[in-house]
């Protein structure tokens, strides 16, 4: 915009003059105390130290830092008080979202997520208690799940009727249920927790991408709906493996690499499907050929006779039962991107499964069946000349019998044309 000038042409405003901060008056200036005020205002940091000073004083009550027992009474104290306090902040979570503090209630609602998904090892010490009691503390526990996820997919908008709620609720009640399992096995060999379970709780929790892809995978939700999805689908699966990893650790049981097989195997369907874009269909196609090999690699590490077992009279070991599972695998990677690599290695791996159940059975097994070919061919060469003599005579009857009908298809076609030409 220009402004007239009686006294020549027209003249643009004046410009303004710079300012540096030195200049600015001191009354212009917010001072240290305003500047903090408006940092905690901002980023809010009470609630991150609420949660630390919770997860403290669980550890610490609970005696968690040198795994020592606690009484039954303390401890479902503590379970109680941990329920009300993420109460509170699924409530607190949901009025600042209505009133549209996005920031706060999400990280509010992560902190839900993340004490859903017992960081605190309450439900895994009540079951070490008693397992009784901690079968009855952890549906209780289940139920309060269901309502306290309920009121948060309400207030973020997520649909309960979809796919990711039930995934959600499936993930915990495997949390719940594997220490309880553990419990229970242990109490049935003399307190001590068998290799076998622990490699079984490792095929349960495979089924967690599984699951994924064929329930929450397909309808995604969009903007703030997804990021809750995302939290509380994340956290729960990322403590069961650290339930898994501690396993061992706590019960004094020997980690063998073959536990991890399984996830590689339910992750390679999961990476299969985790998109549909072009661009990432040969990195997508490369991991479902290179995870189910990786984990064969691993189960084909020599185990112990623990992790063994019998059904239908038919012995499965990590070895057998993983190179079954990388067949499926493998036929679903076919069946996704058609591509003959995945039927060749589906082929090789249910031929593995039938030659042994270990390495060494299988280079033995398959020593005795290149034998037995090479002696039974052996056996069926001619060695005599009467012996020549018999299998010259049956090949002439059969060469005969082949250039006969050799002759019948094409005298056959020559008729035909003949009568053509007529």
């Not at 991150?48 to 919770?54: E, G, H, K, Q, V």
């Not at 949390?175 to 709780?201: E, N, R």
């Not at 059969?398 to 005298?411: I, N, P, R």
């Amino acid at each position: 915009m220009t402004y007239p000038d009686a006294f020549g042409p027209a003249m643009g405003p004046p410009d303004a003059p710079d300012v540096t901060p030195a200049e600015v008056p001191d009354v212009l200036r917010p001072s240290g105390r305003d500047r903090a005020i408006n940092l905690l205002a901002q980023y809010n940091p009470f609630y991150f130290l609420s949660a630390c000073c919770m997860l403290l004083g669980i550890f610490v009550l609970n005696d968690s830092l040198d795994w020592s027992p606690l009484p039954e009474d303390n401890l479902l104290i503590l379970i109680g008080t941990l329920n009300v306090y993420e109460l509170a902040l699924v409530i607190l979570a949901a009025v600042l979202l209505r009133r549209g503090l996005v920031r706060d209630g999400m990280f509010l609602l992560f902190l839900e997520a993340f004490f859903l998904a017992d960081a605190g090892f309450l439900n895994m010490e009540i079951f070490t208690s008693d397992p009784w009691i901690g079968l009855v503390v952890n549906v209780a526990l289940l139920v309060l799940a269901i309502v306290k996820v309920a009121m948060v997919f309400f207030a973020a908008g997520i649909p309960l009727l979809g796919g990711v709620f039930p995934f959600v609720l499936a993930q915990i009640a495997l949390l719940l249920a594997i220490p309880g399992v553990f419990s229970f096995a242990a109490s049935s060999h003399g307190g001590q927790l068998p290799m076998l379970a622990v490699y079984g709780a490792w095929w349960a929790a495979a089924l967690v991408p599984i699951l994924h892809v064929l329930m929450a995978q397909r309808r995604r939700p969009d903007g703030l709906a997804a990021k809750v999805a995302t939290t509380f689908v994340a956290l729960p699966f990322v403590s069961l493996l650290a339930h898994l990893c501690l396993a061992n650790w706590v019960n004094k049981v020997p980690f063998h690499p073959a536990n991890v097989a399984p996830m590689l195997l339910a992750l390679a369907a999961w990476v299969g499907r985790y998109d549909t874009h072009v661009a990432t269909l040969g990195w997508r196609m490369r991991m479902h050929l290179v995870l189910p090999f990786t984990a064969v690699a691993l189960s084909a590490i020599k185990f112990p006779p623990e992790m063994t077992f019998d059904v239908l009279g038919t012995e499965f070991s990590p070895l057998r039962l993983t190179l079954l599972a990388a067949a499926m695998a493998y036929v679903d990677g076919f069946i996704l991107h058609e591509h003959p690599n995945f039927f060749v290695a589906a082929l090789m791996c249910f031929a593995g499964s039938g030659v042994g159940t270990s390495v060494r059975d299988m280079s033995r097994n398959t020593a005795d069946f290149v034998r037995y070919v090479f002696d039974s061919v052996s056996s069926i060469v001619p060695k005599t000349t009467s012996q020549w003599g018999v299998v010259s005579v049956v090949g002439a009857f059969v060469l005969l019998a082949m250039g006969a009908g050799l002759s019948l298809l094409k005298g056959g076609g020559t008729q035909k044309r003949e009568v053509r030409l007529e």
